[in-house]
């Protein structure tokens, strides 16, 4: 069964903290996305990826970078976690151009203290 | 950038009625996409919907689309308390490079 595999359920850092949000797609996919959810205001893409070693800018970038080293792995850094990264993160995957639906992760619930 | 809005924002119906959610948006797409959340998971992508045409079914999911109005709708018929969950939909952004999506409509199906 095809996945997207995010490494972490649940996690807790503390304020300051370097953090790493691993997501990994076993389907070969081209894109790789990563979007934070939060009540009321729902989806929001933070970076995506359409090739290895690419990225591109969402919505909402500031305070967060990745990395695609290889096609199959998207990480989000969060550089110095602050207490409004608290979220549910979100990682999706899909085949390149824009007729196809995106598998997503179960999602990596962050907790900054 | 919100594109899409979903409305209702929640709905609660009993089992074997059917819901209807809604979705707007402002520019112009190329498709459009329904998922559905289980609490506290990932999305599941539904269905996807091209700007050319104006209806796609799959299983109890029947999707219209009106590219005038810039709206879609969401009909699960027979509805059963495993469809409770939350709907979104997703439309391309801009740049036509990732998807936006929506706030979502919770549903409830009781039984």
């Known amino acids: 069964d095809v996945k997207v595999t995010q490494s972490s359920r649940y996690l807790v850092k503390r304020t300051g903290e370097k953090v790493f949000l691993e997501c990994v797609q076993d389907?070969?996919?081209?894109?790789m996305f990563w979007y934070r959810q939060d009540p009321g205001l729902g989806l929001r893409l933070i970076y995506f990826?359409?090739?290895?070693?690419?990225?591109e800018k969402g919505d909402i970038p500031e305070g967060y970078s990745v990395s695609r080293e290889k096609k199959e792995r998207f990480s989000l850094i969060l550089e110095s976690a602050s207490t409004n990264q608290t979220s549910m993160y979100l990682c999706?995957?899909?085949?390149?151009?824009?007729?196809?639906?995106?598998?997503f992760g179960s999602g990596t619930r962050l907790t900054v203290v | 950038s919100q594109q899409g809005e979903e409305d209702p924002q929640a709905l609660s119906i009993q089992e074997g009625e059917n819901a209807t959610m809604n979705c707007s948006y402002k520019?112009?797409?190329?498709?459009l996409q329904w998922y559905r959340q289980n609490s506290g998971r990932g999305l599941v992508h539904l269905i996807l919907?091209?700007?050319?045409?104006r209806e796609k079914h799959s299983g109890r999911l029947r999707v219209t689309l009106d590219t005038s109005k810039k709206s879609s709708s969401l009909l699960i018929t027979a509805s059963r308390a495993a469809d409770t969950a939350s709907y979104f939909c997703?439309?391309?952004?801009?740049?036509?490079?990732?998807?936006?999506f929506g706030k979502g409509t919770t549903l409830s199906v009781s039984s």
């Open positions: 919907i091209r700007s050319n045409e």
């Open positions: 997703a439309t391309d952004n801009q740049a036509g490079t990732a998807l936006i």
């Open positions: 520019t112009s797409i190329n498709n």
């Open positions: 990826s359409y090739d290895v070693k690419m990225k």
């Open positions: 999706a995957s899909s085949l390149s151009g824009l007729d196809y639906g995106y598998t």
């Open positions: 389907m070969d996919h081209e894109n």
